[in-house]
T-cell receptor, first 112, second 113 residues
Framework: DAEITQSPRHKITETGRQVTLACHQT?????MFWYRQDLGHGLRLIHYSYGVQDTNKGEVSDGYSVSRSNTEDLPLTLESAASSQTSVYFC???????????FGAGSRLTVL | QKEVEQDPGPLSVPEGAIVSLNCTYS??????FMWYRQYSRKGPELLMY????GNKEDGRFTAQVDKSSKYISLFIRDSQPSDSATYLC?????????????FGKGITLSVRP
């Protein structure tokens, strides 16, 4: 069965460290998204990609970056982790021409 | 004003109750309306999808869209403890490229046995 996998599921890091969260999907979806979910804020879009070599900033992109070198993967990098980036991160994907998202199980990041 | 407003909750109901979850929105261009259900420590999953105004029914769930009032609802009949989850409304103006979803903040529902 096709799926979307996030790793690690849980991570604790220190302020200032670089962190990369992985997202791998086997749906063969062109569109991939990264969201963060925080109490009181709901889901907020960080970055998204509509295909290989395409990346775009979302509403809360400061301090984050992504790259898309193939269809299956969209890793999210926190260049220098800050306590404000403690959150649950969700990767999602959708097919071209569709607006329905399939989500991963989430990665819970704690920055101390 | 946020584009999408959702009652913050939480909401607690007894088993068997009828539940009404609501969202309002300000962007009249929204045409595609969704409800996602998110169990604790899981990712959201699509529950209902509707286009434009009207009702859609799927088992115990009914999604209702009133574009004239910019108001959408999700009704759950004969609620069960397994319905305990966070429910997020989502909407977009387009499908395909540039069709980013705008989400409500979600409401947590607890159904008491």
């Amino acid at each position: 069965d096709a799926e979307i996998t996030q790793s690690p599921r849980h991570k604790i890091t220190e302020t200032g460290r670089q962190v990369t969260l992985a997202c791998h999907q086997t749906w063969n979806h062109n569109n991939m998204f990264w969201y963060r979910q925080d109490l009181g804020h709901g889901l907020r879009l960080i970055h998204y990609s509509y295909g290989v070599q395409d990346t775009n900033k979302g509403e809360v992109s400061d301090g984050y970056s992504v790259s898309r070198s193939n269809t299956e993967d969209l890793p999210l990098t926190l260049e220098s982790a800050a306590s404000s980036q403690t959150s649950v991160y969700f990767c999602a994907s959708s097919a071209s021409g569709a607006n329905v998202l399939t989500f991963g199980a989430g990665s819970r990041l704690t920055v101390l | 004003q946020k584009e999408v407003e959702q009652d913050p909750g939480p909401l607690s109901v007894p088993e068997g109750a009828i539940v009404s979850l609501n969202c309002t929105y300000s962007n009249s261009a929204f045409q595609y309306f969704m409800w996602y259900r998110q169990y604790s420590r899981k990712g959201p999953e699509l529950l209902m999808y509707t286009y434009s105004s009207g009702n859609k029914e799927d088992g115990r769930f009914t999604a209702q869209v009133d574009k004239s009032s910019k108001y959408i609802s999700l009704f759950i009949r004969d609620s069960q403890p397994s319905d305990s989850a966070t429910y997020l409304c989502a909407m977009s103006a387009l499908t395909g490229a540039n069709s980013k979803l705008t989400f409500g903040k979600g409401i947590t529902l607890s159904v008491r046995p």
